[in-house]
């Protein structure tokens, strides 16, 4: 969910998402996913529409689902520390019967950081924390408590109790497709990368394959997945053109297709996606996903 400008105003926004969340767990998708922005992002309207606080919005939609996976796509690394966002996703993995996913990068909203007072260090840094960040979550999932005295993060006992439900922790994304920095953490650290639906897929899957050769790390352990609008109702919408698109997504080596739905509140757009489910189990291989 990208956009919480629905009609009825604040009060229909509760029902809404959980009515989305119940339909998308029935329509069988693999995963749900919410920005990780307090305000709305200029891509996608004006700052001063509605924004809900990620994780808040992913315990709620928890409780009305059963099986579905939940995470942020992705959480800006600066926005919370590396304990608070280990225990918050943590939570939500324990509250939700093991659902979790963890989505990370290295944020670029600046605008918004400096209107909430929230600290937003040149990108460099940036870069330094998020590294840091999946060095610590990694390790504190592991269940070692010894202390982690790092350039940016001090943690003298990154105790975490409960453990998470999902083994042997929940899956880590980091999002974006920077070839330097941020794909060679995803060799290094992550489960799962998260490209943009652009004609540069192929060659950015080539350099995370390059950076998985240097750190030693299996190409095949990284699940590719890829953030696609993909309209299935209205003009220059359907769900045959929407399945071509995850068809020729899947030749490219993609394993997951997260679906940026426009007009989601509106519950023929998951109708649809109950057909597009359908439909692409049919045409991409075994193991792929959509969500």
């Known amino acids: ?31 749900l996913w919410v920005m990780d922005h307090f305000w709305q992002i200029p891509m996608n309207g004006s700052e001063d529409e509605p924004m809900l606080e990620s994780y808040t919005t992913l315990a709620f939609a928890a409780a009305h689902t059963r099986r579905i996976r939940l995470g942020t796509l992705v959480t800006a690394v600066v926005y919370r520390y590396p304990g608070v966002l280990l225990k918050t996703v943590t939570t939500l993995d324990v509250l939700s019967g093991g659902r979790a996913w963890l989505g990370v990068g290295a944020g670029w909203n600046d605008a918004e950081a400096a209107g909430l007072g929230i600290p937003f260090p040149p990108v460099a840094e940036r870069f330094e924390r998020l ?19 790092g350039r940016h993060y001090t943690l003298e006992r990154p105790l975490n109790s409960p453990a998470p439900l999902t083994s042997p922790r929940p899956p880590i994304l ?80 993609i394993e997951h297709v997260i679906l940026n739905l426009p007009g989601v509140h509106d519950p023929h757009v998951m109708e649809r996606v109950a057909e597009l489910v359908a439909r692409v189990g049919k045409v991409i291989p075994a193991g792929r996903s959509l969500a």
């Open 1 to 31: 969910m990208t956009s919480f400008s629905w009609p009825g105003g604040p009060g229909a926004i509760g029902p809404t998402v959980a009515r989305i969340a119940r339909d998308a767990d029935e329509a069988g998708l693999a995963s």
């Open 174 to 253: 980091v999002g974006g497709s920077g070839e330097r920095k941020t794909l060679r953490l995803v060799a290094k650290y992550a489960d799962a990368c998260n490209l943009f639906d652009t004609p540069e897929i192929t060659r950015k899957l080539d350099v995370l394959r390059e950076h998985c050769e240097r750190e030693g790390r299996p190409y095949g352990e990284i699940e590719k997945t890829v953030a696609a609008v993909l309209p299935l109702t209205g003009p220059g919408g359907s769900v045959d053109q929407a399945a071509d698109r995850c068809e020729e997504l899947a030749t490219h080596g």
């Open 131 to 149: 590294e840091e960040t999946l060095r610590i979550v990694r390790q504190a999932w592991s269940g070692e408590t010894r202390p982690i005295h």
